[in-house]
């Protein structure tokens, strides 16, 4: 028999567990199903972001991070550290508590919010007149039953032919977090978000990191003066950088793996490294999911179609996060989830692609929200920038991190804010402004005219603004 509801989600995610919540904040019975195992094979929800991407990785971004101060940058401000030493095992298992405790966070917001959470895998098995049949399959499968389906499956490490991940020396983001020992030599494919960021934690950590990526720019979704700037920098810290190479023949042996390529000038090499990572984007994660079973459709690409307010082909069948067009980030993935909700009430969900930041945690932080300048000129968009480098700011003086700088775009009849770049420290956490600013269009006028307080880096902010019209105080 099955157990009935107004919502069900699939996928407990960012997008899954978020749009559960307000699913049920706005009266409705609802439920999420969710397969990640812990270590004991009890439930895990939180999705990729949560186990295996966002939450871990920035446990040990910022444990190597403080690894790398004692050894190298505490002298400066007086700190004397003799007998440094890395203790890996306490290091992964800090990074293994942080999961568990945004596990078990998500599992009492489902108590407190009265979402009924089912541990397997959901998948369709029919549908008719009054909705929609979902089955778990887990340790106690289940048959649900919901007139509204919410699909946040999320999304997969895409495999390189001819190099199957295997999470002991060819390895995914998942492996990559779980390394044992520092390896010698670190073979990373992928100069994007995921290969920069844990290329950062094993280099702070005592490895040589080799970066190989296919496309002749660094970082070309970034604005090109924030991405040069990035490539000096992350170059300077001792990350090996190639671009433009053409990949190979890659050999796994019993402790090491070969990569042959060919650099943009067209020459030969090979490399052996202890471990490779592959971050080459990911892929949306259908599998199982039985769309076939009620004619859900898929695009070309494998992600689900849906339209602007992310309705699938189906009637009251909606799809959120990584599986759908868009961004794979977990606030994109939230937004969405919430909106959806919103709109099965008979609201007016909200989600504004335009005014979605994006982040890049490695140090210095990179961090952006609306167009870079290369769009602006593709577009035919007459702009003004203003930039204002760390170097003139008297908290990142104090700090003792004054690499980068905060770079307005505007535009250049009405002022309106069209983009912010931001290179440099706590960048994730300025952005937010520039998000607000652009989300009730403001102008850099308003942002220049707003009182920031001093000493501070968000009086960069402020500056760059100033700098739109050529009026910085400070640089």
């Known amino acids: 028999m099955s157990k009935n509801f107004d919502v069900i989600v699939i996928g407990g995610g960012p997008g899954g567990y978020i749009a ?10 609802a439920a999420c199903i969710d397969e990640w195992k812990n270590e004991k094979g009890g439930p895990a929800p939180g999705g990729t972001c949560t186990n295996v991407g966002c939450i871990p990785s920035k446990a040990l971004l910022q444990s190597s991070e403080h690894f790398e101060h004692a050894g190298h940058g505490f002298a400066e401000h007086g700190i004397e550290v003799k007998g440094l030493k890395l203790n890996l095992g306490q290091m992964l298992g800090r990074k293994d508590t942080v999961v568990k405790q945004n596990n078990d966070g998500i599992l009492y917001l489902f108590k407190k919010n009265k979402v009924s959470f089912f541990h397997g895998r959901g998948a369709f098995t ?3 007149a009054e909705g929609y049949e979902i089955s778990v399959t887990g340790k106690d499968n289940e048959t649900l039953k919901a007139k509204h389906i919410i699909i946040a499956t999320g999304s997969n490490p895409r495999e390189l032919p001819g190099a199957a991940f295997d999470e002991k020396l060819i390895l995914s983001n998942t492996g990559a977090l779980a390394i044992e020992a520092v390896p010698k030599k670190i073979g990373l494919i992928g100069a994007g978000v995921i290969g920069l960021e844990m290329g950062s934690v094993w280099r702070r950590l005592g490895s040589e990191v080799t970066i190989l990526e296919a496309l002749p720019a660094f970082l070309g979704a970034v604005d090109e003066q924030i991405a040069k700037e990035a490539h000096k920098l992350f170059e300077k810290q001792g990350l090996g950088i190639h671009l433009g190479v053409k990949i190979g023949a890659i050999k796994a042996g019993k ?4 990569v042959e390529y060919t650099d943009a000038k067209g020459e030969s090499h090979k490399i052996v490294f202890d471990k490779l990572i592959i971050s080459i984007g990911r892929v949306p994660n259908t599998i199982g999911l039985q769309a076939e079973a009620v004619g859900l459709k898929l695009d070309e690409r494998g992600f689900i179609a849906v339209d602007a307010d992310c309705r699938t082909n189906l009637p009251n069948v909606w799809a959120v996060g990584d599986v759908v067009r868009g961004p794979m980030l977990a606030h994109k993935a939230e937004e969405e989830g919430v ?3 919103e709109r099965i009430a008979g609201q007016h969900g909200h989600v504004n692609f335009n005014t979605i930041p994006w982040v890049i945690y490695t140090s210095p932080e990179i961090a952006w929200v609306g167009k870079t300048e290369q769009q602006l000129k593709a577009e035919g968009i ?3 920038a203003g930039t204002f480098p760390f170097m ?3 908290r990142a003086r104090a700090l003792g991190d004054t690499s980068g700088m905060v770079k307005f775009l505007a535009d250049a009849k009405t002022d309106e804010i069209l983009g912010v770049h ?3 420290p706590m960048a994730s956490e300025l952005i937010a402004e520039a998000v607000v600013a652009m989300e009730f269009r403001a102008s850099a006028e308003d942002i220049a005219r707003i009182c920031h307080a001093h000493p ?3 009086e960069a902010t402020k500056e760059a603004a100033l700098a739109v019209d050529k009026r910085a105080l400070n640089f």
């Open 456 to 458: 501070s880096l968000s």
């Open 382 to 384: 007459a702009y003004k």
């Open 20 to 29: 559960a919540i307000r699913a049920a904040q706005l009266g409705f019975s």
């Open 339 to 341: 909106a959806v909700a």
């Open 255 to 258: 402790q090491d793996v070969s």
């Open 392 to 394: 003139a700011n008297g």
């Open 422 to 424: 931001i290179i440099g």
């Open 126 to 128: 029919k549908a008719d």
